[in-house]
């Protein structure tokens, strides 16, 4: 059992920056690729970013590009969504995911891949 635990939401005007923080149970969390994930009132859950197991592929949603980094620290056991001129159409229930036995190099971009969810921690952006 893997259990996720995300934090840094908040409220941000236009423009701003917000760090989340994913920490990750387990002894295995390198052999997980990671996720973050947002979803909006009305929408479906989508992919923002995702890394591979050891960090060294990422993956961006287009929107995004730019302006979020994801990162990971596999000794801290975890993944990181620095988040930096936001914009009101980002606001949204941010969760990190994970996926276990995965290949090395790989990234994963689609929901039904991934194997644990966290709580999600709420982004709102005022205009």
């Known amino acids: 059992q893997v259990q996720l635990v995300e934090s840094g939401g908040g409220l941000v005007q236009a423009g701003g920056s917000l760090r989340l923080s994913c920490a990750a149970s387990?002894?295995?969390?390198?052999?997980?690729?990671m996720g973050w994930f947002r979803q909006a009132p009305g929408k479906e859950r989508a992919l923002v970013a995702a890394?591979?197991?050891?960090?060294?592929?990422?993956y961006y949603e287009d929107s995004v590009k730019g302006r979020f980094t994801i990162s990971r620290d596999n000794a801290k056991n975890a993944v990181y969504l620095q988040m930096n001129s936001l914009k009101p159409e980002d606001t949204a229930a941010y969760y990190c995911?994970?996926?276990?036995?995965?290949?090395?190099?790989?990234?994963?971009?689609?929901?039904?891949?991934?194997?644990?969810w966290g709580q999600g921690t709420q982004v709102t952006v005022s205009s």
């Open positions: 995911a994970a996926k276990i036995d995965s290949a090395y190099y790989l990234v994963y971009t689609l929901v039904y891949e991934y194997d644990y």
């Open positions: 387990g002894r295995t969390f390198s052999s997980y690729a």
């Open positions: 890394i591979s197991r050891g960090g060294g592929r990422t």
